[in-house]
């Protein structure tokens, strides 16, 4: 009688979960460009994270003069879109193409404790870093308390 440990190549679960991986994967870079499915790749990238109660988005632009790129607010939804200043190269190939090129516009939701209208914005080395203060009426307050 032989006997068999029941060990992680032979659960179904992890074969399943392998499985999930691989297919994510495949979603993610489907032709190899590191265009994916699942948000990754899409031009241009944008880090947004809280900093104390201000909400920034950092987005790599680079090759956009500060003057070609436009920033617009409607509600809470922030539209960010560009122009290059530089057209692109029309003569020759590239050995290698990875950065992204062309036009682009983008919208983002932005969280309902920040204020757009009051958003500011700074271009500096290709990264364009847009801070969104928080709302008056969401940062904590002190509360004088009176006795008597």
Known sequence: MALFRYGRDLDPTNALFRLQ????????????????????????????????????LRVEVPGFAPENLTIASQGQTLTLSGKPGTPLEASGSYHRRERASGDFSRSIELPREVDPARATAQCKHGVLTIRVPAREEVKPRQISITGG
């Open 21 to 56: 991986e691989e297919l994510e994967r495949a979603f993610e870079s489907p032709f190899g460009h590191g265009l994916g499915l699942l948000g990754r790749g899409v031009h241009p990238a944008i880090n947004i994270f809280k900093s104390g109660e201000d909400v920034v």
